[in-house]
């Protein structure tokens, strides 16, 4: 049978970094396992790539922090041919009561160290001329944000990972824990079991059903979203920033010298979902081009359909599980799994090792869903 101090269920990025900080650690005998052909190939591979601070809850707003000073600092730590293309975020409100909301979210972010501005339409076309603003009341825009691909990122993190000495599987699916007296004994693999005394749940769009496996409830849902991308167009500049239209939820980067571009289905059901729905897109090619008519010629190149792990209050779930004992979870992004994973590795791991995270992450447990004061929704828009 075999034997490691410590399994980690998801190779996506979360488990990726989770892996990597535990290495760092001194921690030498772990396990990744990833149940598709390629790691990421999931919620983690489908993502546009956006990393922000500007949130509307301090907690996702110091996620952030962290993440985005390593993700400045990745290449060089990783030894990873990577790049963090910080051209910021712009998020554009169409009327008063958003615009109220966008601003007392930047006060909030302000307060926590972050650098943001408040625009007007004219500065937003001063940026971004093709942008059609006669209805935006305001906007905010923190250059630090920006764009990065995820595929990228998540394989500086395996190389790493194989080079600190992490056994990383893929086609490995988890069909069981073994649970006895109240702990975690061992994982049950499509290939044989492994025997360890520790789990981390960070299957992500899965996470609930890995942790049935142990007769535990996670309020996780996986929920369907799109992007579409367009073939390249002259009029866009590399430079230009995420575009978020926080009235119809649209959101546009530039992508392989065209656009991409996503939007939320407000009425999409919970389930496990990524077929593209054709007429969505079209939506979503609407709103675009209202936002931005020079897209009216643009042609769709690609579209595709990936897993938000979406929790009730679009936090994730940090949590060392009492029963059984042994078992923890890292999972519930809503969306934000890509941004907040080297932060979320990194407390993770000390979460594990230490019992405790430097980042003050208590608000996160899973007992928050049904205390009586719970921490604040995210509203800000889940991209």
């Known amino acids: ?125 001063d940026m971004v001329p093709e942008l059609r603003t006669e209805d935006v009341v305001g906007a905010t825009y923190s250059a630090r944000d920006g764009l990065a691909d995820p595929h990228e990122f998540l394989q500086g993190y395996i190389k790493r990972n194989r080079d600190l000495g992490v056994r990383a599987f893929t086609q490995r699916p988890v069909t069981g824990l073994e649970v006895q007296g109240g702990r975690i004994q061992g994982v049950v693999t499509a290939s044989g079991t492994i025997s360890t005394p520790l789990v981390v749940n960070a299957a992500g769009a899965w996470a609930a059903q890995i942790a049935r496996m142990a007769a535990v409830d996670l309020p996780i849902a996986p929920v369907r979203r799109h992007i579409a991308t367009t073939a390249p167009l002259p009029f866009i500049s590399s430079t230009y920033p995420m575009m978020v239209d926080n009235g119809s939820g649209l959101y546009m980067h530039p992508e392989s010298g065209g656009l991409l571009m996503g939007m939320a289905k407000r009425d999409e059901p919970p389930a496990y979902r990524t077929d593209v729905d054709e007429d969505f897109v079209m939506e979503i090619v609407g709103a675009a081009v209202d936002r931005m008519p020079a897209l009216e010629t643009a042609a769709v190149n690609a579209a595709w359909a990936g897993l938000y792990e979406v929790t009730p209050d679009h936090h994730p779930i940090f949590e060392t599980h009492k029963d059984p004992q042994g078992l923890f979870t890292c999972a519930g992004f809503s969306g934000h799994g890509f941004m907040h994973a080297p932060a979320a590795g990194e407390a993770m791991a000390e979460l594990i090792l230490d019992g405790a995270a430097r980042l003050d992450i208590t608000d996160l447990c899973l007992a928050r869903f049904s205390a009586r004061d719970r921490p604040g929704r995210e509203e800000v828009m889940v991209i």
């Open 1 to 125: 049978m075999e034997r490691a101090e410590v399994v980690i269920v998801g190779g996506g990025i979360i488990g990726a970094s989770i892996a990597y900080h535990l290495a760092r650690r001194g921690l030498k005998d772990i396990i990744l396992l990833e149940k598709e052909l390629f790691f990421g190939a999931e919620s983690t591979g489908k993502c546009a790539g956006g990393i922000r601070a500007q949130f509307a809850t301090p907690i996702n707003i110091q996620l952030s922090m962290a993440s985005i000073a390593a993700f400045e600092r990745f290449a060089e730590e990783m030894g990873a041919p990577v790049a963090f293309h910080q051209v910021g975020y712009l998020f554009m409100s169409t009327d008063p009561a958003q615009w109220a909301a966008a601003q007392k979210a930047v006060e909030l972010q302000r307060s926590l160290g972050v650098n943001v501005d408040l625009l007007t339409a004219q500065q937003i076309n």
